[in-house]
Every structure is written in structure tokens, then in C-alpha cells.
């Protein structure tokens, strides 16, 4: 089983950046995919971006495709999301997942494990 303990966010201005991470502990970060998440007040759970376990394979939701960068560093047992051009839209608790099966799916039904979530806040 996996821990993971989300850090990074913050309150920015439209068009700032933000560096989220999600560091685990446990066994098995290496040989899971991972992915991001976010959730804003009223609005369900939504996917942001997914990764495979060896990084090669990446996704993004529209909404942030050319913005966000999902990327992770095995030997630290860390995902990152890099996001940048932030408009008030984004804000949101983000929450980083991994999925066991390794497959890089946009449904949250795929992942086992979740964090606590950190809140990014863009103003306008």
C-alpha cells in the first residue's frame, strides 16, 4: 500500500505558476501510474492529467493540455504537476492518485489510492 501527501499549493495571480508534488511512502510508487486530480466547490471530481509508471505515456484534460505538465521522479518517489498560465478557473483542491493496474485512465474509479489534496487558489 501507498501513502501520498500532496504540497505545493497556494494562493497565485491569473497567469502565475504553481509546482504541485505528491511524495509517497509504502511500497509500489515505481510500478503504478499516477495521476492528478481536482475537485472546485459545487463541481464533481475531475481529471487533470495522468502518467504511466515509466513516464513515457502522459494525458491531459483539454482544459489544461499545454498549460499543466504532469511528470514524476521514481527514485524520489514523487509525482509533480508543473502549471502554469493560471487562469481562476483552476482553482481547486488537486489531488494526486495512483492506480495499481498501471493503466492511465481519466476515471477516478481506477484508483486505488488517494491523497489529502492541497488547494491551489488563482486570482483574478
Not at 497567469?15 to 511524495?23: E, P, Q
Not at 509533480?80 to 478557473?89: A, N, R
Not at 489531488?95 to 477516478?108: E, K, L, Q, S, V
Amino acid at each position: 500500500q501507498v501513502q501520498l501527501v500532496e504540497s505545493g499549493g497556494g494562493l497565485v495571480q491569473a497567469g502565475g505558476s504553481l509546482r504541485l508534488s505528491c511524495a509517497a511512502s509504502g511500497g509500489g510508487f515505481s510500478a503504478y501510474s499516477m495521476a492528478w486530480f481536482r475537485r472546485a466547490p459545487g463541481i464533481e471530481r475531475e481529471f487533470v492529467a495522468a502518467i504511466s509508471w515509466s513516464g513515457e505515456t502522459t494525458r491531459y484534460a483539454d482544459s489544461v493540455e499545454g498549460r499543466f505538465t504532469i511528470y514524476r521522479d521514481n527514485t524520489k518517489k514523487t509525482l509533480y504537476l508543473q502549471m502554469t498560465s493560471l487562469k481562476p478557473e483552476d482553482t481547486a483542491v488537486y489531488y494526486c492518485a495512483a492506480n495499481r493496474r498501471g493503466t492511465t485512465g481519466a476515471g477516478p474509479g481506477s484508483y486505488d489510492y488517494w491523497g489529502q489534496g492541497t488547494q491551489v487558489t488563482v486570482s483574478s
